[in-house]
């Protein structure tokens, strides 16, 4: 598919989410045998009798679709699948078996493909069916228009962008593919499935097995506990884990579990202070706090500090306002970023101690800031020796602007801007935002509540840009290198 420079693509409206019964609604309506007319996948020369009954249904999500299948003699199947510019992509392979059923992932809605079965069968060459036409549906509930415009067409040349959409009505999970096209996209509905999930999602993340994703449901301090969510691809329910004060953002651990932010409210004399945790959650479920930041943090009671933030108790003041979580698995440290006070710090996850800071110089960090200063930060990563930081800008200088800017830190103990980027036209974040690196240099950049994303090569000047109208928001964007497990590209 060709990458216009300046293509608007209104995508209404959006897909909410079925009834998690796990039974495939629709029929077979969308397929009619293609007559083969087209090249086959790569290895599939013909059609061989021993896979038969290949057919194909809508699921839950339109863009997704299940694909089943029987052979005369057991064997691991998968499916190929055409995509909209001619080639062709495979999921992984099933479990051996005399009946197959697959899931198409990462087609855009509405989109015409062809479909082959194929089986393994011990070490013998691979058989495969004819095509199937199939065609994806379209958006069945209401997602905004989406306005997209290319400068430069060599980012983002793999991948996936997984983008909650946050509005006043609740929160809808939508994946971008390299094109920018819309692939995915579901509407959270509330435990009880009667209605969408007023809650905002801040952060989604595909799950380790590629079976789906996991998002972070909002809580608060009061009634609501926050949630870490997994729906599949299909849009089935899988699970939900409860997980009291948690907040905002979180973290997939290696070997398994997660870190997600949390809250904790302490008192001075009168004066009950909001500050942040680090929850981690194991596999077996057990939740665990690692790091505190009134243990690690002097705490200034000659301020004052935002309030309103806890809706039962709006004299509680908003201290250290943690809002990114980033995991460093090659040095073991979690990296945080402290909005209020401008400044990120690197945590070991063994012992829970600070190892590393890098602000303006309070608090005798190990790395000064030189070059733009860290200004009310909403996200931060690690890479090396780099070091990315979204500043959503100060809260007194209302003429400066958000932007993604990295740092490099040095044995000599300072933080040196190396790199920045801020959109053509000034964004100032009101909440959220964040900034990450991709591979080949380009870097992700989220403006929440500008309701804007951009991808831009290294030099910054030039990329991707997607956009909302008025009243929608993006939350916390996140990059991923395929979608199901297996499947390619």
């Excluded at 293609?34 to 013909?46: F, K, T």
């Excluded at 992932?105 to 199939?134: K, M, N, Y």
């Excluded at 209401?142 to 996936?160: A, C, K, M, N, Q």
């Excluded at 004060?245 to 932010?261: I, K, Q, R």
Aim: hydrophobic fraction near 40%; include cysteine.
């Amino acid at each position: 598919m060709s990458r216009a420079l300046a293509l608007s693509l209104a995508l209404t409206p959006a897909l909410a989410c079925a009834p998690d019964t796990g039974a495939v609604p629709g029929g077979d309506s969308a397929v009619t045998d293609s007559g083969g007319g087209s090249a086959a996948p790569e290895g599939c020369s013909g059609a061989d009798p021993s896979i038969f009954n290949l057919r194909v249904a809508p699921t839950a999500v339109a863009s997704v679709l299940s694909v089943r299948f029987d052979s005369e003699v057991a064997g691991a199947g998968a499916v190929d699948f055409r995509l909209p510019d001619g080639s062709w992509a495979q999921t992984a392979r099933g479990p051996v078996g005399l009946s197959h059923e697959r899931l198409v992932v990462g087609l855009p809605f509405s989109t015409d493909t062809e479909i082959v079965a194929r089986l393994q069968v011990a070490e013998e060459a691979e058989r495969c069916s004819a095509a199937l036409a199939a065609s994806t549906t379209g958006l069945g509930a209401e997602v905004p228009g989406i306005h997209r415009v290319w400068t430069d067409e060599s980012v983002l040349e793999t991948g996936y962008l997984l983008a909650p959409l946050i509005q006043q009505s609740g929160s809808h999970l939508l994946v971008f593919d390299r094109d920018g096209e819309l692939v995915w996209a579901w509407q959270p509905m509330t435990p009880a499935g009667d209605r969408a999930d007023p809650s905002p999602v801040y952060r989604m993340r595909r799950s380790p097995d590629g079976d789906g994703l996991l998002y972070l449901r909002a809580g608060d301090l009061s009634h609501l506990p926050g949630q870490v969510v997994h729906v599949s691809w299909d849009g089935q329910l899988r699970s939900r884990v409860e997980i009291p004060t948690s907040h905002t953002d979180f973290v997939l651990l290696p070997g398994g579990g997660m870190a997600v932010l949390g809250w904790e409210v302490r008192s001075f004399g009168e004066r009950r202070l909001l500050g942040d945790t680090i929850i981690e959650v194991g596999v077996d479920g057990s939740q665990t706090v690692v790091w505190r930041s009134f243990d690690d943090l002097p705490v200034d009671l000659g301020r004052s500090y935002p309030q309103g933030f806890v809706p039962d108790d709006p004299t509680i003041e908003d201290w250290s306002h943690v809002n990114g979580l980033f995991y460093d698995a090659d040095r073991g440290e979690y990296v945080v970023s402290v909005a209020l006070t401008e400044s990120i710090l690197g945590i070991d996850r063994a012992s829970g101690q600070r190892v590393w800071s890098a602000d303006k110089a309070s608090d005798s960090p190990t790395h000064a800031v030189s070059g733009a200063p860290i200004a009310m930060p909403h996200s931060s990563e690690r890479v090396g020796d780099r070091l990315l930081v979204f500043n959503r800008g100060s809260f007194t200088d209302l003429g400066q602007c958000s932007s993604a800017v990295a740092y490099e830190l040095d044995e000599g103990g300072t933080a040196t801007e190396s790199w920045s980027f801020t959109s053509e036209v000034c964004q100032r974040v009101a909440f959220l935002g964040n900034a990450t690196t991709l591979p080949g240099g380009d870097t992700l950049a989220s403006w929440s509540s500008a309701g804007r994303i951009d991808v831009v090569n290294p030099e910054g000047d030039g990329g991707l840009t997607l956009s909302l109208g008025v009243g929608a928001a993006f939350g916390f964007v996140d990059w991923a290198p395929r979608l199901a497990e297996g499947v390619a590209p």
